[in-house]
């Protein structure tokens, strides 16, 4: 998958990531207007999501993007 992963509001930002804001509003906006229960998750929301739908483990690969590569292995 290609997703986003946004970070916990508990870490603290790194300054890549404070320049990319405008961006997660804008996606913010997106999810809001194309769906009715959709939402950005966390990595630990992610992790959550996949070991219930019974992938075993996942890889997070951040690339130049905003989105992520998420690489979910089933069991």
């Known amino acids: ?16 990531e404070l320049k990319l804001k405008d961006v997660g ?6 999810m809001i207007a194309h ?8 990595l630990e929301e992610w992790a959550y999501v996949l070991g219930h ?4 483990r996942h890889t ?7 989105s992520s590569v998420i690489e979910a292995f089933p069991a």
């Open 1 to 16: 998958m290609v997703e986003c992963v946004i970070e916990n509001n508990e870490q603290q930002p790194k300054e890549e």
């Open 25 to 30: 509003l804008f996606l913010d906006m997106v």
């Open 35 to 42: 769906t009715n229960s959709g939402k950005e998750r966390t």
């Open 53 to 56: 739908a019974g992938f075993i």
């Open 60 to 66: 997070v690969r951040s690339i130049n993007a905003v």
